[in-house]
């Protein structure tokens, strides 16, 4: 044998001993991507435990868990109205290991309310589905001669800046309710922040505030047991969990507030992953015990798409810095 054709058979032997490497290795990568996810998922909750994220979170990533056959685990990370547990996932590998069970406060209104942002709501997230929305709920002490909208408008004018809302943090949606009502009805309002629902609650039931505006989950409790006393709803229309309890949009027309929960991996998380889990996640939320779970809350499911919760939360960045804008609040 020649030594050219030597050399055509070494080189024929290489090519197909290569194409056999790269078929492996392409073969490895689809069995990885089939078997996601092999090991725990942790779901960061930026808020502290025992708050109306903890509520509508956990049993939702109890069936995720069931049917992923891997244990998806709920942990807090609270502080800055969630930039820190936010931030946390933003610099996470997207591996889809860790994940955001994020309110609208940290995505889409403290980068209109706060500088030097350490993440870009847009280019650092890959949304995944917004899981739940849902209207917040201005109550008051029931100590307080405090019974409707008009007479809490009174009380705030015959005491100007004495009248103290908690709210869960700077920029929150619970903070900028309050500030937007002032503006609206002409009133000034002590903002007190917390770094979570609990503590409000807890100040708010201790009498060391006066009142706040909270998500209807976290309240619907209290205010049917009469721990608190129901002003008035966020939503331009009334709730027909409280159908009795008037829309602040009556006396102020064009007042609405409302939160959403969602889910979120960092940016760059490989597609088949947030595909997979949206379309688990949007399953869950049709299951009728969690419908009944979630709409005996005040909430409503939604499980929306990755490209529509992308779109609510570009809507929402533009409306809540217009907001901001129109209240006059500087960022800080």
């Known amino acids: 044998m020649n030594s050219s054709k030597f050399c055509l058979i070494r080189f024929a032997k290489g090519c197909a001993g ?19 996810p092999t090991r725990t998922i942790t779901v960061i909750n930026p808020w502290t435990a025992g708050g109306p994220a903890d509520t509508v979170a956990r049993p939702i990533l109890q069936k995720l868990s069931e049917v992923l056959k891997q244990p998806v685990v709920l942990e807090n990370k609270a502080g800055a109205n969630g930039v820190i547990g936010a931030n946390y996932v933003a610099r996470a590998t997207p591996d889809g290991y860790t994940l955001l069970f994020s309110h609208v406060g940290p995505i889409t209104i403290s980068p209109a309310v706060q500088k030097d942002m350490p993440y870009d709501s847009v280019r650092d997230f890959a949304p995944i589905t917004q899981v739940v929305s849902a209207p917040t709920v201005l109550v008051v002490r029931p100590d307080l001669p405090i019974h409707n909208l008009k007479e809490f408008i009174e009380y705030a004018r015959a005491n100007p800046g004495k009248l103290s809302y908690g709210s869960v ?33 807890n100040d708010l039931l201790g009498g060391q505030i006066n009142c706040t505006f909270l998500n209807i989950a976290a309240l619907l409790p209290y205010i049917k047991s009469g721990q608190v006393r129901a002003i008035g709803v966020s939503t331009l229309k009334r709730s027909p969990l409280l159908p009795e309890l008037p829309a602040i949009a009556e006396t102020y027309p064009g007042f609405e507030v409302n939160s959403w929960y969602g889910m979120m991996a960092p940016a760059k998380t490989p597609a088949h992953i947030v595909d997979l889990l949206q379309k688990e996640v949007a399953k869950i939320l049709q299951l009728p015990e969690i419908i009944q779970s979630m709409q005996a809350s005040g909430l409503s499911p939604e499980g929306t798409t990755p490209v529509q919760y992308a779109a609510q939360i570009q809507t929402d960045l533009n409306r809540w810095q217009a907001a901001v804008t129109k209240a006059g609040i500087e960022k800080q």
Not at 18 to 36: E, F, K, P, Q, R
Not at 175 to 197: C, F, N, R, S, W
Request: no cysteine; aromatic share 6%; net charge negative.
């Open 169 to 201: 943090g700077i920029g929150s949606t619970t903070h900028l309710a309050g500030e937007i009502l002032a503006t609206m009805a002409d009133v000034k309002m002590l903002h007190v922040p917390y770094k979570g629902a609990a503590p409000v609650m």
């Open 18 to 36: 290569l194409l056999t490497l790269l078929s492996m290795a392409g073969w490895s990568v689809a069995t990885m991507a089939a078997d996601y």
